[in-house]
């Protein structure tokens, strides 16, 4: 009986998502100084097979979910053509593909996160002509996001309001200045590493971001722009092997 009631809450739960219209905006216009090439056009050594990437293989987590009708990738100025090429190599990704072109987009980026994150969302908000209910924002450099992952992220955004993934440091945590000197000894308990994707409302997010393109300051991510302009953002379990590739290393997969 628990089982089957079980069973009932995850269909109703996944139908209720379902039912919104909601967006994916993939970040991949970084320029990868520190790897080295463009990280996120590198295929995964595990799906040599299928010709998988970096970015395919991010984009493939979302659009195989059934969560989401709009997505949008914003890659470096001028790399329309090599990204939509990458992504269509990808035997697994390609026919998916074709199911979603309609609301499919892959636009210029700008020099920043919060520049390309605010661009894609106004190409969002310009091209597709249903009201949007949540936008999920994800680095392209996450090629291993579990379905898991994104729909508890997509749940407790609709439960809450907003929500990132977190999972909890390993190494003690400390605050230096300038110097290198440790000026403050930081709870591990009361720190966790975030990663994406993250989840908002999408028409709170779009005016946060025209917010902050004003004021001034640098964000590291969206739940900063979103706790200052909007409200508190939650956090749900995130997994260790979501990890960014950042270093050459890092494109071994973590299990």
Same mark, same amino acid.
């Given at each position: 009986?628990?089982?089957?009631?079980?069973?009932?809450?995850?269909?109703?739960?996944?139908?209720?998502?379902?039912?919104?219209?909601?967006?994916?905006?993939?970040?991949?216009?970084?320029?990868?100084?520190?790897?080295?090439?463009?990280?996120?056009?590198?295929?995964?050594?595990?799906?040599?097979?299928?010709?998988?990437?970096?970015?395919?293989?991010?984009?493939? !987590?979302?659009?195989?979910?059934?969560?989401?009708?709009?997505?949008?990738?914003?890659?470096?100025?001028?790399?329309?053509?090599?990204?939509?090429?990458?992504?269509?190599?990808?035997?697994?990704?390609?026919?998916?593909?074709?199911?979603?072109?309609?609301?499919?987009?892959?636009?210029?980026?700008?020099?920043?996160?919060?520049?390309?994150?605010?661009?894609?969302?106004?190409?969002?908000?310009?091209?597709?002509?249903?009201?949007?209910?949540?936008?999920?924002?994800?680095?392209?450099?996450?090629?291993?996001?579990?379905?898991?992952?994104?729909?508890?992220?997509?749940?407790?955004?609709?439960?809450?309001? !907003?929500?990132?993934?977190?999972?909890?440091?390993?190494?003690?945590?400390?605050?230096?200045?300038?110097?290198?000197?440790?000026?403050?000894?930081?709870?591990?308990?009361?720190?966790?590493?975030?990663?994406?994707?993250?989840?908002?409302?999408?028409?709170?997010?779009?005016?946060?971001?025209?917010?902050?393109?004003?004021?001034?300051?640098?964000?590291?991510?969206?739940?900063?722009?979103?706790?200052?302009?909007?409200? !508190?953002?939650?956090?749900?379990?995130? !997994?260790?092997?979501?990890?960014?590739?950042?270093?050459?290393?890092?494109?071994?997969?973590?299990?």
């Amino acid at each position: 009986m628990m089982k089957c009631t079980a069973l009932i809450w995850e269909t109703w739960k996944k139908k209720s998502l379902m039912t919104m219209n909601n967006a994916v905006l993939i970040t991949a216009a970084g320029s990868s100084q520190r790897f080295g090439e463009k990280k996120e056009y590198l295929k995964l050594p595990e799906y040599t097979e299928t010709q998988t990437t970096v970015l395919s293989a991010s984009v493939y !987590a979302f659009a195989v979910s059934g969560l989401f009708r709009s997505f949008v990738i914003t890659v470096p100025d001028g790399d329309e053509a090599v990204a939509n090429a990458v992504l269509s190599q990808d035997s697994r990704l390609s026919e998916v593909l074709r199911g979603i072109q309609q609301h499919f987009f892959i636009v210029n980026g700008g020099t920043t996160r919060q520049e390309s994150v605010y661009k894609g969302l106004t190409v969002l908000a310009e091209k597709v002509p249903e009201p949007l209910s949540f936008v999920l924002v994800h680095d392209g450099a996450r090629p291993w996001v579990s379905p898991y992952v994104i729909e508890r992220v997509l749940k407790t955004a609709e439960q809450r309001g !907003a929500a990132v993934p977190v999972i909890p440091v390993v190494d003690t945590q400390k605050e230096v200045d300038a110097d290198g000197r440790i000026i403050r000894h930081l709870a591990r308990e009361q720190i966790a590493a975030v990663q994406t994707p993250q989840a908002f409302p999408f028409d709170r997010l779009l005016a946060a971001h025209r917010k902050a393109e004003h004021d001034g300051c640098t964000y590291t991510d969206d739940s900063e722009i979103y706790a200052k302009y909007c409200a !508190a953002v939650y956090t749900c379990p995130g !997994a260790r092997e979501n990890k960014k590739i950042t270093y050459r290393e890092d494109l071994k997969r973590t299990r």
